[in-house]
């Protein structure tokens, strides 16, 4: 029997209200040739009725005791035979292209070994996108280590490269597994690429409690002190070590601060300003910009409620924390009715800038940065007239906020930020039209040498 191209495995476990519709997204697929593994993990609601509603020779289904997602990902690659293995979540769903576009990557790309593509985040409990996450085009040990540029319902990674590094370790029973697993084959020599497309939605769930917490921080810690040990670790990503695990006690932190299990969220947030002493430097500091995005990740929870549960239990010694909370919270209503903004919630957003408003929230050189990257992250899904229409629904409340000349000028920046993306990647036809847009809302980019480099060099190459 000839071996497909792709194995998609799906790990189950109590999530069958969800399965059918992740089964239809791979069943949609413009790309064809595929099997689908699904490994029910000791469930409770009965997966096996959802399946047994698809008649698709193409779909195997395993039925295991309960040992964790970790577990049935690697039944489901024994049982697997395609050349290259797809991984997807019971909850999440793909693109219809993506199998096509990992096919055509890969094919064109024999060096690498494994591909992942940049997804949309849906908000939690509800089919509305959130946020466009866009990793890098590749992603080196380094990457990994200090955070998680990808999920593995984004990834592709050859078979052979699986089964170089005995894939994943099962003693990571909930949490640390996927770090593992993606460092230990960045130390094996495997390359990572992205396909720059959202190919795929990750859904998230109110109200997750966390078990055993202090248990699941030592097993998602423990890769990175795995990965630094390991000789194969080069010099620039032990470089890293100390932000690295800053990073991760600061994401756990949050996590424990929000289950009230306060004395280990305070060891962790102390863990993480002694490896990155600067967390506590400046006004806003690192560490309130960091609880602030983690106060927004759910978008129907009240992040102010959220940002004064968690302040008031940091250790005495960063009681100066606590003085930033307003603007904290006036920077969570941006970022909210920034997301609500481009992903069409109108309504949603003006609300939540003139909570912003009403707060006291400044529209600074960073939230520039951060409204730019997402506009032009936009703009690469979806074209640039969509990106106009979110523009125009922005204008407004973002003059009301501040002033006409910071959208001037904020306007220019995207334009130019946008130009210079355009040359990168040689699409030089659309560049001089960004530019002139660009000096028309600032004129001050006449005087920019590196801009005018581009439109002139721009202008001879598109001839």
């Known amino acids: 029997m000839t071996s497909p191209q792709f194995s998609v495995i799906i790990p189950v476990y109590n999530h069958a209200a969800f399965l059918a519709e992740t089964l239809q997204s791979v069943l949609a697929q413009t790309y064809r040739d595929f099997e689908i593994v699904i490994v029910n993990d000791g469930s409770t609601d009965d997966p096996g009725a959802v399946v047994k509603q698809f008649h698709d020779a193409r779909i195997k289904f395993i039925e295991q005791e309960n040992r964790g997602a970790t577990a049935a990902r690697n039944t489901g690659m024994r049982a697997a035979r395609g050349?290259?293995?797809?991984?997807?979540?019971?909850?999440?769903?793909?693109?219809?292209?993506?199998?096509?576009?990992?096919?055509?990557?890969?094919?064109?790309?024999?060096?690498?070994?494994?591909?992942?593509?940049?997804?949309?985040?849906?908000?939690?409990?509800?089919?509305?996108?959130?946020?466009?996450?866009?990793?890098?085009?590749?992603?080196?040990?380094?990457?990994?280590?200090?955070?998680?540029?990808?999920?593995?319902?984004?990834?592709?990674?050859?078979?052979?490269?699986?089964?170089?590094?005995?894939?994943?370790?099962?003693?990571?029973?909930?949490?640390?597994?996927?770090?593992?697993?993606?460092?230990?084959?960045?130390?094996?020599?495997?390359?990572?690429?992205?396909?720059?497309?959202?190919?795929?939605?990750?859904?998230?769930?109110?109200?997750?409690?966390?078990?055993?917490?202090?248990?699941?921080?030592?097993?998602?810690?423990?890769?990175?002190?795995?990965?630094?040990?390991?000789?194969r670790c080069p010099g620039e990503t032990r470089a890293v070590r100390a932000r690295a695990f800053a990073n991760h006690s600061l994401a756990w932190a949050f996590a424990a601060f929000l289950q009230n299990e306060t004395s280990l969220g305070q060891d962790l947030v102390r863990r993480a300003a002694r490896w990155n002493p600067n967390l506590l430097v400046g006004e806003p500091c690192d560490l309130i910009n960091e609880l602030v995005w983690h106060s927004v990740a759910d978008a129907s929870a009240d992040h102010a409620q959220i940002l004064r549960q968690v302040v008031d239990q940091l250790p005495g010694e960063m009681a100066g924390v606590a003085a930033q909370f307003e603007w904290a919270v006036a920077r969570g209503y941006l970022i909210k009715g920034m997301r609500a903004m481009i992903w069409d919630r109108v309504q949603a957003g003006r609300a939540d800038f003139e909570q912003a408003r009403a707060r006291g929230a400044r529209l600074d050189a960073e939230f520039a940065h951060l409204l730019g990257f997402r506009l032009a992250s936009y703009e690469m899904e979806f074209g640039a007239a969509a990106t106009q229409t979110v523009l125009g629904n922005l204008e407004p409340a973002l003059k009301r906020i501040g002033g006409w000349w910071w959208m001037r000028k904020f306007k220019g920046f995207f334009l130019i930020d946008g130009a210079f993306e355009k040359y990168r990647i040689g699409e030089y036809a659309r560049v001089p039209r960004r530019v002139v847009a660009a000096i028309a809302s600032d004129p001050r980019y006449l005087m920019n040498r590196g801009v005018l480099a581009i439109f002139l060099r721009a202008l001879i190459a598109s001839r």
């Open 83 to 231: 050349e290259a293995i797809a991984f997807l979540d019971a909850d999440d769903r793909w693109h219809p292209e993506k199998l096509e576009q990992h096919a055509a990557f890969l094919a064109r790309h024999s060096e690498i070994g494994a591909s992942y593509n940049a997804r949309f985040e849906l908000n939690y409990s509800a089919e509305t996108v959130r946020e466009l996450w866009r990793p890098p085009r590749s992603v080196t040990l380094s990457d990994l280590v200090l955070g998680f540029p990808f999920a593995p319902s984004d990834l592709i990674v050859r078979r052979e490269w699986a089964f170089r590094v005995d894939l994943f370790d099962e003693r990571y029973r909930f949490y640390g597994d996927d770090l593992d697993f993606f460092c230990r084959l960045a130390l094996a020599g495997c390359a990572f690429a992205g396909i720059n497309r959202a190919l795929n939605y990750r859904k998230y769930h109110s109200k997750r409690v966390i078990h055993k917490l202090a248990e699941c921080v030592r097993f998602a810690l423990e890769p990175l002190e795995r990965t630094f040990a390991d000789p």
